[in-house]
Structures are given as structure tokens and as C-alpha cells.
Nanobody, 118 residues
């Protein structure tokens, strides 16, 4: 059974930092694209950042220069370092793992809440 378990969310003041972690089990972690998405109240889920097996990264324009995605294949873990947080970053953050079978949906974690106060 595939599981993605996020941790590290919480309440932080504007300008602060948080580090999210996502541990994957039940899948071959190393060869997958991994990512972080977020969903704010009343809004659609949106891409935050992705990272390929080889370490290539992609970021939403709104987080470039502030967030860093990384992965440790030996630990089946993907991270999201979030610096200079803004109230607009408040959302539930979800870990995403690419499904290697064409046409099948990706895997998702249960989400972790990030709240940034002004």
C-alpha cells in the first residue's frame, strides 16, 4: 500500500521559515518525480515545486527564491524548505508522487497545514 506522510507544518509569523518533510512507502521512490502542491481555502490546488530523480527542479513563480525542494533517495524522503514566508503562503501542503504507470493518477499525501500570520 502506497503511503505519503507529510510533517513539519505549523503556525509561523511572516518572514519565518518552515521545513516540510514527506516520507514515502510502498513505492519505488528513487525513479519518480516528487512534488509539493498546496491548496488555500476557496482556491484550487496549485503546484509549488517538483523535483526529478536526477535533481532537476521546477518552482511556481510565487515561491521562486524563497522555497527549496530537495530529496534524499536513501531515506525515501522529499523536503520543502520554506523561507521568508508570507500570509499568502497559508494553505494545506500536499506531497505528490508520480505514478509510473501511464494513465494512472499520481499518489497524494493527506496534507499538512501551514499558517503564516502577519
Amino acid at each position: 500500500q502506497v503511503q505519503l506522510v507529510e510533517s513539519g507544518g505549523g503556525l509561523v509569523q511572516a518572514g519565518g521559515s518552515l521545513r516540510l518533510s514527506c516520507v514515502a512507502s510502498g513505492i519505488v521512490f528513487s525513479f519518480r518525480r516528487m512534488g509539493w502542491y498546496r491548496q488555500a481555502p476557496g482556491k484550487q490546488r496549485e503546484l509549488v515545486a517538483t523535483i526529478t530523480y536526477g535533481g532537476s527542479t521546477n518552482y511556481a513563480d510565487s515561491v521562486k527564491g524563497r522555497f527549496t525542494i530537495s530529496r534524499d533517495n536513501a531515506k525515501n524522503t522529499v523536503y520543502l524548505q520554506m523561507n521568508s514566508l508570507k500570509p499568502g503562503d497559508t494553505a494545506v501542503y500536499y506531497c505528490n508522487a508520480e505514478n509510473m504507470r501511464p494513465g494512472y493518477p499520481d499518489y497524494w499525501g493527506q496534507g499538512t497545514q501551514v499558517t503564516v500570520s502577519s
